[in-house]
């Protein structure tokens, strides 16, 4: 039975959640029924997460990915995003992008169109527009919410980072990131999100899409520690949890989703708050807190 | 006791490896020696790998790191690096950085003066000049080697990424990788080395540095790998085969060094040659092939 996971971001409690909570929401279902509708034609894992996460960047700009991202500390937007097959761990992944209007489309176009897995800044870009992902001006990414929050939120402000893994009827499993990053970043600073092992993986056992202080999941390796794990036995939760502790330990806190070869799924946390959701057949559930 | 190990990239029997045969020699061994001095003195691990890398950057230009550094397609040069500290997992990296002398000393300065594990670019280099490490011109960086070379060889040949990895006189582990990247890729490519968990990684029980096909130890999660099996209990050199047959699954080759908290050392590659060395005590060897 295909299986779609996503989430929004981990992070605090904000006024933003219970403000427009509604909207969270609405995003989350949105995105959900996008890949799910995907899986049940019999779509393949990695179509479907990259539409659950392309709702996510420019349908809701209340979450940090694409349209609505985060500002760095100069008031300018840099984007990072990712996608991982399980069945051959092919993996696109894209960082410093300005001009991508879906990140995650230039992550798969690394994939598609170039030998590379990772490519930055403006070569990101242009391979993306090559391949025929749509481009829009710097500017076009930058919301008025955005931009007052610069000046009001200290600078280790963790946004909401977007994410999905999906199974999909075959079995094949697979992973998809997206960010704008850290509130605040140095312009040029790359976050765990575009980075496979670290933020986002797919191999034959779990698909895994992380969210939290990204500096503290690049040190903890935190997606590959997952699927060590998982390959030798641990069950998906428990694996999150520990590779989640680990984080702890270095002082940083951020969350996990993660669905496995059998079907099993993990939501993890340690933030107050992770925007998250959930479709297993006809069966849908969306969370906030 | 302190232990040193490096290598100089995992390639082919090439011609320059018999022509240049005591160059080679001669460079593992002044990096062996400067590192090694560093330890008995009682210096901290992480500046014995820096040290160590620092030699083959820049005062040998048959190594690809640094002044030497293969060609982008466009006859451009882009350089990576990444330092990590096995006490706190503290690392440093830069990705794609062409002014700084020494791309190790940039990532140093990361990790020392930013609060961020990642950056890229000429932003990367700003922030190494800002903390004093050496600027020079991009032209610097291209021999007349590489230029002749990016005619003639065939796009996917692996350069000869260097690393180092260091277990000091109390027990500390830490791990350096620097490249110019893959001959002839295209700009904007990042490979594994500056990516902790993929190419470079250091914890409490093992530090380990990589060389090859970046793209396939990327999508393998190579170091974050060996080190999950290293702390389940695997031997070092079993975890790097282990490490190395998945990538070979993947289509790709290449070598791991790594040194336990015991002392261990692993040196495993799946290609002809690796020079490669390892000083432990008033032992020193090295070996090319």
Known sequence: MPVVVIHGGAGSRSADLK??????????????????TLLE??????????????????????????????????????????????DDRGAGAVAAVT???????????VLDHTPHVLMVGARADAVAAAAG?????PEYFITAR??????????DFAGGTVGAVCRDATGSLAAATSTGGRQGQLPGRIGDSPLPGAGTWADEHVAISCTG?????????VARHISALVAAGTP????????????GELGGT????????????????????????????????????
């Open 99 to 109: 001009r991508s209007r879906h990140p995650v489309l230039a992550a798969r176009a």
């Open 236 to 247: 998906i939760a428990a694996a999150a949890d520990a590779a989640l502790a680990q984080v």
């Open 146 to 155: 955005r931009r007052a929050r610069l000046d009001d939120l200290p600078s």
């Open 41 to 86: 034609q019999g779509g393949a894992a990695i179509d479907a997460v990259q539409a659950a996460v392309m709702v996510m960047e420019d349908e809701c700009d209340l979450l940090n990915a694409g349209r609505g991202s985060v500002l760095c500390r100069d008031g300018t937007i840099e984007m990072s995003a990712a996608v991982m097959r399980g």
């Open 19 to 36: 403000t427009c909570r509604k909207d969270y929401l609405q995003a989350l279902s949105v995105a959900l029924e996008r890949a799910a």
């Open 254 to 289: 951020g969350g996990v989703i993660a669905v496995d070869a059998g079907g099993q799924v993990a939501l993890r946390f340690t933030t107050e708050a992770m925007p998250r959701g959930m479709r297993r057949g006809a069966n849908i559930s969306t969370w906030l807190l």
């Open 213 to 221: 202080d990204g500096e503290e999941f690049i040190r903890s390796g």
């Open 133 to 137: 992902v749509a481009q829009r001006e």
